[in-house]
């Protein structure tokens, strides 16, 4: 099964095979994942500034607050930059409003990701 997705006024294709019981498989959820961390770093990068993530690898395991220092209104932009990049598939904000404060600070990317990408591959009809 192809999966189609439109993000801010692009066209997407995944071509994430379901199984029987309409899961992606381990290695086509791993290129997934590559791909919205790329472009979760890119609207990182985009947001703190370029110069201040020069020296460092944005990966799964990059801490917001230890790695990227990242300030609160450079959360909140970094939120409305996704919002606009994945529009109504991806609940941000939805996301964050079921942590509490110590789980948002020690949040990792690949908490982010994972959560994009479970957004993205859904399929069609079974989100809420």
Known sequence: MTIQYTVASERHTASERHTASGEVSTADRAVAEEQVLGEVAA?????????????????MTTSFN??????SIEFVTLADRMRERYGETVDFVGFLSDMGVDEVINMQVGQVVAFITDCL????????
Do not use: F, H, M
């Open 121 to 128: 591959l859904e399929p069609k009809g079974a989100q809420s």
């Open 43 to 59: 609207l990182l990068r985009d947001v703190i500034g370029e110069e201040y993530v020069v020296d460092l690898e944005i990966t």
């Open 66 to 71: 230890t790695d990227l220092e990242l300030e």
